[in-house]
């Protein structure tokens, strides 16, 4: 059987390579293989069974049209010819009668190449002059503190934490969400590493470490900030480094100067002794490295949050050595060309942020949103404010596009569907945002049923509507070639010679030694303006915890290893059960497995639970992505979770929300 490789560009730091088996033009197997040298030959349990999302009766093969109302899933199949056709027709209606801006696409693409995202979609979208979606739901928060702060630098290369003395996971769990480091921190545990961990749960990292700190959610900031505090105060800061790397130090120095250990300890919930235990053991240990998550942005401090984080390896001098200093995203180092791709100036229409979605369809009036193209986001399962979303899409006066792979729950709300290929079917290009590796992916089998690919598809419509241009890339290979031959043709140059690595120091970059911030001063600014000007009161200023008498749970939704955000959902068939600690559900009479209610101002939903040791009292889990199908009656736990907006970056609050749990009757 023949043996096919290509990669992984699921939304997972590690960017898998991949040897897939083919039998008969069906997949029959896929493995790891050993291109990206980080993924040494092994793969998560999610790619390995993906065939059953190929195959999935579930898998959309052809286009249709609604016949009954919307949210029945009814639909007739129809042609490719009088899909496009549709579409066509009423983008032109809308973009007469209301404008350009009455036209938002929505997609988030986290579990896409370069090639199926902002090519020949952006062409479209642009040349129509819609409104331009935000994409704000995950990691705006940390890029703008990363960015703010070091420019993006590229960070620690996961290999390299075996020279580690100490690492720190802050806000993150590889062990669902990006296996290939946890045997790097085993090994450096091996050798003698201490491992810290600060998370509300005690996942299985946490369970390894010698030191777990558990905070409240939206009190990573509070925790940061004392170490930092402490750092300055005790003469532990690295005041050299400091001298000649770095700006903004006196600032940051006078707004954490109010945080001793015991005030943080207040706000979080986690010991002053465990808290000034990491920091004596940060501050005695190097080389240290942080890996930090994108967990502690998901609230209204989340911002702040990251950069107090990021900010600690410039404080405590830990930059300058291999296996020193942090590792946040690192896809900033593939310097690609999405305007050549495009072919489009500088766009001037509105901007619609997608985590109030549910708020801009139903009251948004300057145009209204009358066409909704959903493409690479299953935004009903994902989005804050779960029913608001659902009552605009409900709207009569709303056209809606599903392009996606399997019947979401978002599908069934469509007045079209057209079938997408999966990454197995269309040619793309994946970088890595953990492990460095750029992949040329291209398809080991040919597409099921009638499924087309984005950039084929989105280039389709750009003729028909006659907005494509001589010039214009369209080809894969021509997409590809305008991709990478821009500002760095060294990437092209590096893929095709089937390597992978940053195209300016390999696989191991070290910080402040061979990468500097990419700012016109190579320094860390650790008081960046904008983002100061952008805070409520300023960056690192602490908003207190949301919860009331009436609500007093936080109710976090973290990365499950069952899903990679809401893909894959539709192959987990039961219901998802709410964790709750052992002492609350004794507080209010709940044992594991019976039914409760689950309910805030936004509304509620009706599930089973179970008890959860794993947790800190007074959190409840809920994972990321779930369906309809996996609680009774249809909302999901993003029913709960407000729309309301991080401090920088306008993210996601998703572990803000705030719940009361009590038993239902069957």
């Known amino acids: 059987m023949p043996v096919r490789a290509t990669a992984c560009p699921l939304d997972c730091p ?60 009814r639909f007739r199949r129809v042609s490719w010819d009088e899909a496009l056709g549709r579409i066509v027709s009423k983008l032109k209606e809308v973009r007469r009668v209301e404008g350009g801006e009455a036209i938002l696409p929505f997609y988030y693409g986290g579990s896409n190449g370069l090639v199926s995202q902002g090519t020949t979609d952006g062409r479209l979208f642009h040349r129509l002059g819609a ?41 993150v769990n590889p062990s669902a969400t990006g296996i290939h480091l946890v045997p790097y921190i085993r090994e450096a545990m091996r050798r003698g590493a201490k491992l810290a961990v600060v998370d509300p749960r005690r996942t299985k990292l946490a369970a390894l470490a010698g030191l777990h700190l558990a905070p409240r959610p939206g009190a990573d ?55 000034e235990r990491l920091a004596s053991w940060y501050a005695g240990a190097s080389p240290a490295v942080i890996r930090c998550g994108w967990g502690l942005e998901r609230n209204r401090n989340g911002g702040s949050a990251a950069a107090a984080v990021l900010a600690l390896p410039a404080v405590a001098g830990k930059f300058g050595v291999r296996g020193g200093g942090y590792t946040m995203s690192n896809s900033g180092v593939w310097k690609v060309d999405g305007p050549a791709a495009v072919r489009q100036e500088a766009p001037s229409t509105r901007v619609i942020n997608m985590n109030l979605l549910g708020r801009d369809l139903i009251e948004r009036r300057d145009p209204p949103i009358r066409f909704l193209f959903v493409y690479n986001s299953n935004v009903l399962a994902t989005n804050p404010a779960q029913e608001k979303v659902r009552r605009g899409l409900l709207r009569e006066d709303l056209f809606t596009v599903v392009f996606d792979q399997v019947m979401t729950d978002t ?26 590796a750029l992949h040329d992916i291209r398809p080991v089998i040919q597409p099921e049923g009638e499924a087309r690919s984005n950039a084929r598809v989105f280039g389709e419509l750009c003729r028909r509507l006659d907005l494509a241009r001589l010039g214009d890339p369209e080809t894969d290979a021509e997409l590809k070639a305008a991709l990478l031959g821009g500002p760095d043709a060294r990437n092209r140059d590096q893929l095709g010679r089937g390597e992978v690595g940053t195209p300016e120091t390999g696989l191991s970059p070290i910080q402040f030694g061979d990468v500097f911030p990419p700012t016109p001063d190579r320094k860390a600014n650790l008081l960046p303006a904008a983002l100061d000007a952008e805070a409520p009161g300023g960056l690192y200023a602490y908003r207190p915890d949301p919860a009331t008498a009436n609500h007093p749970l936080a109710l976090i939704s973290p990365a499950s290893d069952k899903t990679i955000s809401s893909t894959l959902g539709h192959l987990r068939r039961e219901e998802v059960p709410i964790e709750l600690h052992p002492s609350d559900a004794a507080a209010r009479g709940i044992e594991d497995g019976d039914l409760v209610r689950v309910w805030n101002d936004q509304g509620a939903i009706v599930i089973s639970a179970r008890l959860a040791g794993s947790l ?23 029913a709960l979770v407000p729309d309301t907006l991080t401090d920088i970056g306008a993210g996601a609050c998703f572990n803000d929300c705030r719940v009361q749990v009590e038993r239902a009757s069957a």
């Open 131 to 171: 409104s331009r979606l935000a994409r704000t739901v995950c990691a705006a928060p940390t890029t703008a503190a990363a960015t703010g702060l070091y420019g993006k630098m590229a960070g620690v290369a996961f290999p390299d934490y075996v020279h580690a003395r100490l690492i720190v996971v802050w806000g």
């Open 411 to 436: 599908a069934r709300y469509a007045d079209v569907i057209l079938p997408a290929t999966t990454f197995l079917e269309h040619e793309d290009l994946s970088r890595g945002y953990g492990a460095y």
């Open 221 to 275: 900031l509070p925790v940061a900030l004392s170490i930092i505090n402490w750092l300055f105060a005790s003469g532990r800061a690295d005041m050299k480094f400091l001298a000649g790397h770095a700006t903004g130090v006196e600032a940051l120095r006078g707004r954490a100067a109010a945080w001793t250990f015991e005030k943080a300890a207040r706000e979080s919930d986690v010991p002053a002794e465990a808290i």
């Open 616 to 638: 800190r009292p007074g959190v409840a889990m809920l994972p990321k992505g779930l369906w309809s199908r996996h609680a009774r009656g249809g909302p999901t736990v993003n």
């Open 14 to 73: 590690d960017a898998c390579s991949l040897d897939v088996t083919v039998e008969e033009g069906r997949v029959v197997k896929i493995d790891g293989n050993h291109a990206n040298p980080v993924t040494a030959g092994f793969i998560c349990a999610k790619v390995r069974g993906f065939a059953r999302h190929l195959y999935s009766p579930e898998r959309i093969l052809h286009p249709a049209v609604r016949e009954g109302a919307k949210g029945e899933g």
